[in-house]
């Protein structure tokens, strides 16, 4: 007797879904190209003005976020691969394929996500290694270059790519939630871009309690070695993104299993 | 085995599906007719899982979808609305859903072939034509081999040769002992490749059986051409019949039988040139069984004109 359907079958099925459309392809290019080439513009420019630089940005200067710094705008493009992973399956109708097929709704969302975390962890910690390399590899000579053979450096570069890695599940329990590319991509925007603006017209000491939780600021913290004092430590911030991931997934779980397809 | 048990859908205050209750038999093609609007895409999706009913249920053999260990081997469905990504190639599509059923990808290339697809099988989707897209949806409902299958609107998009092809096809797949149930809108089409035919209108079952069976039980009308034709309408309407003219110069005659009419032309020593028993059609079956039941009746066919 053949096996039943499983989360490795659902798993593989999904694996198929996810490399045969193009978004997924032109995502992950997106994503290669702004983190090496935001980063690359980044290194570049401070290693021309570096001389010029205050002494207080120099004794405070962090090869490592700042050789990571196009991790920043690579986060939209992942958020909008996990989105559309979702999404695009209610906009095309092909979700009620899917769910023909593997009818036990929590297998399908768990097949998505083992697909997602994987394929997006494993891009994300070689392109968050080689922006690294390339970042200290554009200072040295100039600027004071980081090594990876320093605990807090290389935990640094490994955490930006569980960041991008977590903020495509982010991406993805939105859609679950959502199920509108469109109204997913703004509000996934809206949270990365809109909610820090809000927050920096709050009054100083608002500003201080509240900005540390915004999930770009989680990122920071994640990639720096030696996050400032009004940021949490990349273990806590690491902690509560993890939290955010977890509870957006389980509402989007909940309605996913609740809701007609 | 397919069962509707008490089946009821309400979304909102508004009730697609009514407390059906009917079985789907091997064996046969089951046509599922109805008007637009009247709870037959519901239906089918309420049987494979995916809508979830106020009341009642949808079985397979005693089960409900979700429990079925490989869904695509027990059930295939063509559904009404797309259900493809227009990004990905057709091979693409069907390979993602035979791995989760795990079905060799063998059975891929061989769907592929009998749907006659094979050759654009990895071109994407959104290049296909209606017709195409239905083969699609074949070649995807026949993935698993499944002893029951079910085609919503099937001929919908496709050409005369098509409709040809997919008629016989059902009778194959009855021939073989599964279960076909296949919905539609229209008659015609049914009355051709359903042997059983199950009516609702507006979510509530109307009738269920052979074509022959729906169709005896309207009374038919009688044909007649005579010598004196407005003498004999008068001796029909005198003994309870209605008559109709018709445009080329015969009476419809409602009420009576053949014999009845002969017998009433030859007292009155009236000449019958012609008297034609006329069975109701399955069309006027199903008007007369829906009337009330259409959801978007339209008033008249005249377009309006503007002022």
Not at chain 1, 212 to 232: C, D, N, V
Request: charged share 15%; aromatic share 6%.
């Amino acid at each position: 007797m053949a096996r039943d359907v499983t989360l490795a079958s659902a798993s593989r099925a999904e694996w198929i879904k996810f490399r045969s459309v193009r978004s997924t392809v032109l995502g992950f290019i997106t994503t290669i190209l702004l983190t090496l080439g935001i980063s690359a513009l980044i290194t570049s420019v401070i290693r021309g003005h570096w001389t010029t630089m205050d002494p207080l940005s120099r004794l405070t200067f962090d090869p490592v976020s700042t050789s990571l710094g196009g991790t920043l705008f690579a986060q939209f493009a992942v958020g909008v691969i996990g989105a559309l992973f979702i999404t695009s399956e209610y906009s095309s109708g092909s979700i009620r394929t899917t769910l023909a097929a593997v009818p036990q709704r929590l297998r399908v969302v768990a097949a998505k996500a083992l697909v997602l975390t994987v394929s997006m962890f494993i891009v994300a910690e070689v392109l968050s290694f080689v922006t690294f390399l390339m970042g200290q590899a554009i200072f040295a000579g100039v600027v004071p270059t980081a090594s990876l053979a320093t605990g807090a450096v290389l935990r640094s570069v490994i955490l930006a790519g569980v960041y991008l890695t977590l903020l495509t599940l982010l991406g993805f329990a939105l859609g679950l939630i959502l199920r509108q590319s469109a109204a997913c991509i703004t509000v996934f925007t809206s949270l990365l871009l809109v909610v820090p603006i809000i927050v920096f017209l709050l009054p100083q000491s608002w500003q201080d309690a509240f900005s540390k939780y915004e999930p770009s600021a989680l990122g920071r913290a994640m990639m720096s070695t030696t996050p400032p004092s009004q940021m949490f430590t990349a273990g806590t911030a690491t902690v509560i993104l993890v939290i955010y991931v977890a509870v957006a997934a389980i509402v989007g779980s909940i309605l996913f299993l609740r809701r007609d397809a | 085995m397919l069962k509707i048990e008490h089946l009821t859908k309400r979304y909102g205050d508004v009730v697609a599906v009514d407390d059906l209750d009917f079985e789907v038999t091997p064996g046969v093609v089951t046509g599922f007719l109805g008007p637009n609007g009247s709870g037959k895409s519901t239906t089918m999706r309420i049987i494979l899982g995916l809508d979830r009913p106020t009341k009642g249920r949808a079985t397979i053999d005693g089960r409900v979808y979700a429990e079925l260990r490989h869904p695509l081997r027990e059930v295939g469905a063509l559904l009404e609305a797309k259900a493809v990504h227009p990004g990905r190639s057709a091979r693409n599509h069907l390979l993602a859903m035979a791995a989760s059923n795990n079905i060799p990808s063998s059975r891929v290339d061989e769907v592929l072939e009998f749907t006659g697809i094979a050759s654009v099988a990895t071109k994407r989707v959104a290049t296909y034509s209606l017709g195409m897209n239905q083969r699609l949806g074949i070649a995807a409902a026949l993935l698993g081999d499944p002893q029951i299958l079910l085609f919503d609107e099937p001929v919908n998009g496709l050409d005369p040769e098509g409709i040809k092809w997919i008629r016989d096809f059902f009778r194959t797949l009855a021939k073989e002992g599964r279960t076909v149930f296949v919905s539609s809108h229209l008659m015609s089409e049914m009355a051709l490749s359903a042997d059983q035919i199950i009516v609702i209108g507006r979510g509530r079952f109307i009738a269920q059986g052979s074509v022959d069976e729906l169709t005896a039980d309207v009374a038919g009308s009688v044909l007649v051409r005579s010598s004196d034709q407005e003498r004999l309408a008068a001796i029909v309407r005198s003994r309870q019949g209605t008559v109709h003219d018709r445009d080329d110069r015969a009476l419809s005659v409602g009420g009576l039988t053949s014999d009845e009419v002969g017998e009433a032309a030859f007292a009155a020593g009236i000449t019958l040139y012609e008297l034609t028993p006329q069975r109701a059609s399955l069309e006027e079956v199903f008007m007369g069984l829906t009337a009330d039941a259409v959801q978007y009746a339209s008033a008249s066919t005249e377009v309006p004109r503007g002022a």
